[in-house]
Nanobody, 125 residues
Framework: QVQLVESGGGLVQSGGSLRLSCAAS???????IGWFRQAPGKEREGVSC????????WYADSVKGRFTISRDTAKMMEFLRMDSLKPEDAAVYYC???????????????????WGQGTQVIVSS
């Protein structure tokens, strides 16, 4: 059974840090992970993703330089380190996975078949 479980969200002061985790199960090792977020009243947006084929990562302009995506392939864990958090970063954060992505594909363009339940991040000003 394919499953993605996020954790690590919570309340943090502006300027603080959090590390989100995404535990994957039911996959083979060939999958690409993306992190997304959705704030109340706003559309879901891509935050970051990392390619399974070559480890290439992408970041939304709004988080570039503050967020870092990483993965522990052996443990099937993915992480999103968020530093210098701003109130506008507050949202429910989701990890999503696309298994067996085409080799060399841009992680921004994948359909992301599987989604976690989300973890809430609240940033107080």
């Amino acid at each position: 059974q394919v499953q993605l479980v996020e954790s690590g969200g919570g309340l943090v002061q502006s300027g603080g840090s959090l590390r989100l985790s995404c535990a994957a199960s039911g996959f083979t090792l060939d999958y690409t992970i993306g992190w997304f977020r959705q704030a109340p009243g706003k559309e879901r947006e891509g935050v970051s993703c990392i390619s399974s084929s070559d480890g290439t990562s992408w970041y939304a302009d709004s988080v570039k330089g503050r967020f870092t995506i990483s993965r522990d392939t052996a443990k099937m864990m993915e992480f999103l380190r968020m530093d210098s958090l701003k109130p506008e970063d507050a949202a429910v954060y989701y990890c999503a996975a696309e298994p067996h992505p085409p080799f060399g594909s841009d992680c921004r363009t994948l359909p992301y078949t599987y989604w976690g339940q989300g973890t809430q991040v609240i940033v107080s000003s």
